[in-house]
């Protein structure tokens, strides 16, 4: 179905991978009818004002970049009753991966054409809202050590990041409040999941869901350096979830508090700091997904 589209692009996307993949994405929208108007960011604020535009001229707005844009926009698509499109073009890419959305920008393209619209929940960082994973601890030193690499070293930065983070860390105590039930834990980190990867394709929280109205807690108590180094490559396949060290809760308030400094990351940015309390807003975004979209049910 030909669509009114307005593609919100973030040109620093994946060392510039974004605006690479842009003419082609471009034309294959074209020659598939859609009107297409291609409008880059200056910063995350004027994202905010490209995509409240785009919904007032009665556009789908198409987030394409990496989970940074495509958390900022969902946040401002929901907030003005918008239609969010999703297009891959940073390094992880890891939402489109959580929702079955191609992680080839030409590719997901298709699903502006052929995809169905659906209510799916938004995370709420301290009043930011996120659309995959926020976290704090060991997983948001590591974010914040990719965020400001320069390294072109395209998926592999999170996993340099992770080992430069490994180094130095020291375990820290975490205090939550997860649906008023007190929580307190001594370890890696604290991650509450709206979908359910991050990372480069990281399942951290494999049974999480954009559609129940619940966020996945999940939290990774302390181990030696070298069973934590032993279990990353579980969490690829969603299996550290079985350790003894690592907790999943579901909860649609989550308060996390720590002994000392951390910032809260969420979509690959900052976007908070400790204390902060993260909320789900269940239905909150209308998106276009796949028909036969690999996401994890409802748990309604």
């Known amino acids: 179905m030909p669509r009114r589209l307005q593609l919100v692009v973030?040109?620093?996307?994946?060392?510039?991978?974004?605006?690479?993949?842009?003419?082609?994405?471009?034309?294959t929208l074209e020659r598939a009818g859609h009107?297409?108007?291609?409008?880059?960011?200056?910063?995350?604020?004027?994202?905010?004002?490209?995509?409240?535009?785009?919904?007032?001229?009665?556009?789908?707005?198409?987030?394409?970049?990496?989970?940074?844009?495509?958390?900022?926009?969902?946040?401002?698509?929901?907030?003005?009753?918008?239609?969010?499109?999703?297009?891959p073009g940073g390094r992880g890419n890891d939402f489109c991966r959580a929702v079955g959305i191609s992680r080839d920008a030409v590719s997901a393209c298709g699903v502006l054409t052929t995809g169905t619209e659906h209510r799916v929940d938004l995370g709420d960082a301290g009043g930011t809202a996120f659309v995959g994973i926020a976290s704090v601890g060991f997983d948001s030193d590591v974010q914040g050590r990719v965020l400001t690499s320069r390294l072109r070293l395209g998926q592999l930065v999170y996993l340099y990041g992770a080992l430069a983070t490994l180094a130095a860390w020291r375990p820290a105590t975490f205090t939550c409040t997860v649906d008023g039930e007190p929580v307190r834990m001594t370890g890696w980190?604290?991650?509450?999941?709206?979908?359910?990867?991050?990372?480069?394709?990281?399942?951290?929280?494999?049974?999480?869901?954009?559609?129940?109205?619940?966020?996945?807690?999940?939290?990774?108590?302390?181990?030696?350096?070298?069973t934590f180094l032993r279990a990353l490559p579980r969490i690829f396949k969603g299996t550290h979830v079985a350790m003894p060290t690592v907790s999943v809760r579901r909860a649609t308030v989550v308060?996390?508090?720590?002994?000392?400094?951390?910032?809260?990351?969420?979509?690959?940015?900052?976007?908070?700091?400790?204390?902060?309390?993260?909320?789900?807003?269940?239905?909150?975004?209308?998106?276009?997904?796949?028909?036969?979209?690999?996401?994890?049910?409802?748990?309604?």
């Not at 509450?192 to 939290?219: F, K, W």
């Open 35 to 87: 009107d297409v108007v291609v409008t880059q960011t200056r910063s995350l604020a004027h994202a905010d004002e490209l995509a409240a535009d785009a919904v007032a001229a009665d556009r789908v707005v198409v987030a394409m970049g990496g989970d940074g844009i495509v958390g900022r926009v969902a946040g401002t698509v929901a907030a003005y009753g918008g239609l969010l499109g999703v297009l």
């Open 255 to 300: 308060e996390l508090s720590a002994d000392r400094p951390f910032r809260v990351f969420a979509d690959g940015d900052p976007v908070a700091s400790l204390p902060c309390t993260i909320t789900i807003r269940p239905g909150a975004l209308r998106l276009l997904l796949p028909v036969s979209a690999g996401r994890p049910p409802g748990r309604r």
């Open 189 to 226: 980190s604290v991650a509450v999941a709206n979908s359910g990867v991050y990372g480069g394709g990281m399942r951290l929280a494999p049974a999480a869901s954009i559609e129940d109205g619940q966020l996945d807690v999940v939290t990774s108590a302390h181990t030696s350096r070298r």
């Open 10 to 27: 973030n040109p620093s996307a994946g060392g510039g991978r974004a605006m690479r993949l842009l003419p082609a994405v471009t034309e």
